[in-house]
């Protein structure tokens, strides 16, 4: 999906995101990170999942976090081993995965001194859109000093890079208020996003999973499954 004028997607940064968080980064010419956005406890902003022998299973940063604070401030509770333990979990479940080499590609985030979320969901995020090969720009939103909410926001995103496009998962068709965007010039596009199936160790296919459980999969080839 590619338009002659710039298409514009934002997210919040989440923890080893999913495929569909990389579906919409590869097909945007300006990807936003939404970091000045209110934190939402055990939503996918400080945890994710993978697959164990008997399913799903959560890999988790334990954060400070007070009501209505942003991601941006959150930050990590040290005094839980989260690094030693998800990182193990990973080694658990995986070791044995055709492209488990690629797991070192992730050790600075089991090695790094953290103290915000923000660090380390970026580092997961760049890490995974390196190997997937996704250069497409990226900027956050705390730096465009933007002083509205909801819809009000992207559309003043947009109309920021100058954006035609507004790329949306379809989970917001129940609060995006569209008109706001065309009366601006911007069209809204919903993403159009099928999960696909690949190869998975532990049985029947799980969808939805970390990226990195593609990764450790399918390899950098993964990236096939994103077109």
Known sequence: MRYKDIVLSAH????????????????????????????????????????????EVWITVPVFHKFGQKINEVIIRNDIPWQRKNKNTIITYYSKARYFHLFQRFDVIWQKEYEKLLDVNMDSINIIRDILKI????????????????????????????????????GAKGYLEEEKFRKEGIEVIWQDFNHPVYTQLWGDFIPNLSAIDLILNEGEDGRRFLE
Request: proline content about 4%.
């Open 12 to 55: 919040q940064p989440q923890y080893m995101p999913y495929l569909g968080y990389f579906h919409k980064m590869k097909n945007s010419d300006v990807f936003v990170i939404l970091d000045d956005v209110q934190f939402k406890k055990n939503e996918w902003q400080n945890r994710n999942r993978v697959k164990g022998k008997d399913g």
């Open 135 to 170: 250069n497409t720009p990226m900027f956050f939103s705390s730096e465009l000093k933007i002083n509205k909410t909801k819809t009000d926001r992207l559309v003043a995103i947009c109309k920021e890079f100058s954006a035609k496009y507004y790329l949306s998962g379809k």
